[in-house]
């Protein structure tokens, strides 16, 4: 299929171009470059062996989007493109709204004026909130806390609005649980601007030395160590996730939301313990105030994406950290000349 990848030069862009291309999918890149770079898909290039174009703009510029969509006729679109930060949410919450709602709103019209009815959303696990049962299955209750979840949330409202009035048109909304680690490689990886906000990201620059130590939000959670739990789900099983729901999309239509998760939890102490093992360096930590908006606990019930698109996590929280300490072992500074 011809597939439009919005945010593909981003973490979990680059990582899904390469199943994309190796499945021959035909691919375009459409990337603001905000938080995306362009040596990430130089890499992505000489790893697949496999070339693509690539279009530099953003999904609220409705001239751009008319180009790549007149130029490359896509058959779908794995949309990623969107601001990711939970806490800037909530300092910036319009631009958080214009980004990833207006920006979704322009793709999905541009969409309809070129007849491309697939699309594959990255949403988020956070779209839950606080969870009243787990694991989290696709029927929780949906109440974000902050105005990233909910950007996500109006998304899918969005999506399945849009899929119900259009004939013949099929979504899959991935859910993310926690996306971490890198590709085998080790060539591509999470390349965050600043200080990482994510847990794994953070703990890979403590064991470089580039962080001196981590702060561990909250240790008086309800769970086995007192520290927050987390589903973390490895980039490159979430990766395949996309190119299993692409299949699905080509053949299903309607609208349906997958959680992506491994089915299983990690507490931040037994991430900073499994870490530790991988790279062999000392991670430093000390224990903080729970930071606001964090829920307790988020695991996954996985059974849908096994059912429905033949998808299961194969890589367990130790692959996640030999990966990400890989990359970011060799590649100290990210892709460079970003910060
Ligand atoms: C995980 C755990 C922290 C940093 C968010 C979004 C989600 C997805 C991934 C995608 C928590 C603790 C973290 C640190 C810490 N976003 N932690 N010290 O908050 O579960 O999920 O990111 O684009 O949609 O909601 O992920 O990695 O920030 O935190 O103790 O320096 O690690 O408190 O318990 P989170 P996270």
């Keep these: 299929m011809r597939v439009l990848v919005t945010g593909g030069a981003g973490y979990v862009g680059s990582h899904t171009l390469l199943p994309l291309l190796r499945a021959r999918h035909h691919v375009l890149v459409f990337d603001n470059f905000s938080n995306g770079s362009p040596e990430a898909l130089r890499r992505v290039k000489q790893l697949s062996n496999a070339d693509f174009d690539v279009c530099a703009g953003d999904i609220r510029d409705a001239q751009k989007l008319e180009q790549a969509f007149g130029e490359f006729?896509?058959?779908?679109?794995?949309?990623?493109?969107?601001?990711?930060?939970?806490?800037?949410?909530?300092?910036?919450?319009?631009?958080?709204?214009?980004?990833?709602?207006?920006?979704?709103?322009?793709?999905?019209?541009?969409?309809?004026?070129?007849?491309?009815?697939?699309?594959?959303?990255?949403?988020?696990?956070?779209?839950?909130?606080?969870?009243?049962?787990?694991?989290?299955?696709?029927?929780?209750?949906?109440?974000?806390?902050?105005?990233?979840?909910?950007?996500?949330?109006?998304?899918?409202?969005?999506?399945?609005?849009?899929?119900?009035?259009?004939?013949?048109?099929?979504?899959?909304?991935?859910?993310?649980?926690?996306?971490?680690?890198?590709?085998?490689?080790?060539?591509?990886?999470e390349d965050p601007i600043g200080v990482p906000a994510n847990l794994v990201p953070y703990i890979a620059q403590v064991a470089t030395g580039r962080l001196a130590s981590l702060r561990i939000f909250g240790g008086d959670y309800e769970t086995r160590d007192g520290t927050g739990e987390r589903d973390f789900v490895h980039v490159e099983d979430l990766a395949r996730a996309h190119v299993a729901a692409i299949d699905h999309v080509a053949r299903s239509p309607g609208c349906e939301a997958i959680n992506v998760g491994a089915g299983s939890g990690a507490t931040v102490l037994e991430m900073v313990k499994a870490f530790e093992k991988a790279s062999g360096m000392p991670i430093p930590f000390t224990i903080a105030a729970r930071r606001e908006g964090d829920v307790s606990r988020s695991l996954a019930a996985a059974r849908k994406a096994e059912s429905m698109l033949g998808w299961k996590a194969e890589r367990d929280i130790a692959d996640i950290c030999e990966t990400a300490w890989r990359w970011q072992s060799g590649n100290p500074d990210g892709y460079g000349n970003r910060k």
Excluded at 101 to 121: P, T
Excluded at 132 to 146: A, G, S
Excluded at 160 to 165: F, L, N, T, Y
Aim: proline share 6%; charged share 25%.
């Design 73 to 189: 006729r896509p058959d779908a679109v794995i949309h990623l493109a969107g601001l990711k930060s939970v806490g800037e949410s909530d300092r910036r919450p319009l631009e958080y709204y214009s980004q990833n709602v207006v920006g979704s709103i322009e793709l999905l019209k541009a969409m309809q004026r070129h007849h491309c009815r697939k699309i594959v959303f990255s949403s988020s696990a956070t779209v839950y909130g606080e969870a009243r049962y787990l694991p989290c299955d696709e029927e929780h209750p949906t109440l974000p806390l902050k105005p990233y979840g909910r950007t996500k949330y109006f998304i899918e409202q969005i999506i399945r609005d849009w899929s119900s009035a259009e004939a013949g048109s099929s979504a899959v909304l991935l859910r993310y649980f926690n996306p971490a680690g890198a590709d085998a490689s080790g060539r591509i990886g």
